[in-house]
């Protein structure tokens, strides 16, 4: 199976810098390499195109997202985006592309913290892509995959939620 | 969405005795607890009804996941079981049940040692199950579910791979 | 062995907010709970008397620092303390206090982060106060315990250094 | 400061075959990676010289400890040991070097499983050779860093307990 992912950045990547005494965004998908030592049976491509927090995120942003995806071969596409606006990317993917098997998913913890819920999130949308799935925009987090307007992030309670 | 987890044991779940200084499969659910804390969206139902390596598994066990299956009211099914005999009791269970969707899954190294592999596979289980899916018995393993007679264990190299 | 801990905070003790998507200071010593499951033969106090960044500290929370320390019946005494002014604590702490073993110790990366790098700190303090040693502050960082005196931070490297 | 280690193997080291299905005792001391990179301020000799479980070891396999203790040119000596004969190994030990100061460290549980204990272990063994110790034969474990007839290892609950 070949699956392209987009790494848009978010918590999902982000890891601890000693010198700045913060945590801050990776520009690469260091955060996948575990991941990816166990996907032997899976072809990855992998497009480290921004390193942002989701709260950055604007439409010129988005626009790079949707060129990267067009321009890919494959048809199954898995985003990496911060949780805060990925709502908000997946309406505008939406309302652009139609030919495409995406799958939308982050984290509420960096992968570097915690590796339980940032490996079920990503692994819950690639096991949904080996699925026969109607072309549409998905979002993949805690526990569910699901249209991307059946799922909503409330930030009181730090939980992503199903309508 | 209500998934019916039917625990079998096998290395998923080994933990290390510290009395014995060996690794022995727990009789709980213990390993899920972290994927649990992260899955609120999920109404799971488990079902620990064997803690075995999965080399000890035999028909009479096979017998039991059966009934196990055939007595819940859920469709979807989780398996987690042991990876040496883990094709042996696909086959037995598609000669028998028709009418579920059940896909089995299970880890080269305990989750306690290495969380990135158990969760990746499980959580491409239920990703899966996220889909609509054809009734069947699929594998979930090493970035891949599909059909269990895909997929087979290469015990040489310690990987999952598909024909 | 009886050890009195004065927990100030620190990165050793920050934790991931998730809410607020980012670290912060815990006023429990939650961090020291795997470690205290480990030290059975030692009679820990523990007082969590700050719960701050080591850059918010001033004199007034160091006689704070002080007085917890001669309040405490104790002889041997570890101070949890960020590292970026933790030798300025030490060399107000030497000019106050001269009948106490005083080691001083914390980490550069969260251990909720990194394991290994807080709680080698953490022990090989504990393990140089099993020693007959002089009264004095210590600091006990990366490899070393040694008088305050003879170790410094490399804020460019993020290491602490022997002079 | 210069440290010897003499590493024998024990469960301190040992790590996940995942071909064989169990843990198994590595010959190298990969396991020590993780603490190197923090101690740079430490210069650590490092002799492999057994991988072994402690109950295989014999007086043939102490007197290569000792012969390599000898050989080396450092007075501060860690050796790492597992922990169901370590108490023989001291006292072993103790009637035939009189002029090192040799600290016998262990884990109950392998570091690739549970970081915390077997770091804790090792790194309360060189702080208490950053002290002026007398030359002898300590053991460092659980809390506490002694002469070796003075803890001893209680099987029934898995602990080391000072007398």
Same mark, same amino acid.
């Given at each position: 199976? =070949? %699956?392209?992912?987009? *790494?848009t950045?978010?918590?999902? *990547? =982000?890891?601890?810098?000693?010198?700045?005494?913060?945590?801050d965004?990776r520009?690469?998908?260091?955060? @996948?390499e575990? %991941?990816?030592?166990?996907?032997?049976?899976?072809?990855?491509e992998?497009? *480290?195109? @921004?390193a942002?927090?989701?709260?950055? +995120?604007?439409?010129?942003?988005?626009?790079i997202i &949707?060129?990267?995806?067009?321009?890919s071969?494959?048809k199954?596409i898995?985003? &990496?985006?911060g949780?805060d606006t990925?709502?908000?990317?997946?309406?505008?993917?939406d309302?652009r592309?139609?030919?495409?098997n995406?799958?939308?998913t982050?984290a509420? %913890?960096?992968?570097?913290?915690d590796t339980?819920?940032?490996?079920m *999130?990503?692994?819950?949308?690639?096991?949904?892509?080996?699925?026969? +799935?109607?072309?549409?925009i998905?979002?993949? @987090?805690?526990?569910?995959v699901?249209?991307?307007?059946? %799922?909503?992030k409330?930030?009181?309670?730090?939980k992503f939620?199903?309508?």
């Amino acid at each position: 199976m =070949k %699956i392209t992912i987009i *790494n848009t950045g978010g918590t999902f *990547n =982000k890891k601890y810098n000693l010198i700045k005494g913060a945590l801050d965004v990776r520009e690469d998908a260091s955060s @996948l390499e575990k %991941i990816f030592s166990w996907t032997h049976n899976v072809d990855f491509e992998v497009k *480290n195109i @921004l390193a942002l927090d989701s709260l950055e +995120i604007n439409n010129k942003h988005r626009d790079i997202i &949707i060129k990267n995806i067009q321009d890919s071969n494959n048809k199954n596409i898995i985003v &990496i985006h911060g949780t805060d606006t990925m709502n908000e990317t997946a309406t505008y993917l939406d309302e652009r592309i139609k030919d495409k098997n995406i799958v939308i998913t982050g984290a509420m %913890i960096p992968m570097s913290i915690d590796t339980t819920e940032a490996v079920m *999130n990503f692994a819950s949308a690639y096991g949904f892509l080996n699925a026969k +799935i109607d072309e549409g925009i998905y979002i993949a @987090l805690h526990g569910v995959v699901c249209s991307h307007d059946k %799922i909503y992030k409330d930030k009181k309670i730090g939980k992503f939620l199903v309508k």
